[in-house]
């Protein structure tokens, strides 16, 4: 499935989402709309379109390190055995966790390897 989209969210759909300037955000809903009802396809928008907003600005307080605590928890592993996984040193681990330390594309494809999930979450 190509990057831009996220995994299946109920059965035969996929969510796909789109970050534009905020300028443009109507005339681009406008656009794949047009697109969508032409080509015939089902599609639905989410019932607040009328502000549209990233995902920083719904959750200024959620971070990369929020993400990769989550999906380890999720995974029911610790902070040693992630490292052990991924051949860092423990306290990586916690400082990514922490946001004392950032994420680089090479560790997040490692991390989401061993917690089973996608590697953009994590940048």
């Not at 015939?40 to 928008?45: H, K, P, R, T």
């Amino acid at each position: 499935m190509p990057g831009l989209m996220k995994k299946h969210s109920t059965g035969d759909f996929a969510d796909v989402c789109f970050r534009v300037p905020a300028a443009q955000a109507n005339s681009v809903r406008e656009a794949v709309e047009k697109i969508l009802e032409l080509t015939g396809l089902e599609y639905s928008i989410s019932a607040d379109n009328d502000k549209l907003v990233s995902w920083e600005e719904a959750f200024p307080e959620y971070s990369a390190g929020d993400t990769l605590k989550g999906a380890r928890l999720m995974e029911g592993i610790t902070q040693a055995e992630l490292a052990d996984k991924i051949g860092l040193k423990r306290h990586h681990i916690s400082e990514m966790e922490n946001d004392k330390r950032s994420i680089s594309k090479d560790i997040a494809k490692r991390l989401a390897k061993a917690l089973n999930t996608g590697y953009a979450v994590f940048l």
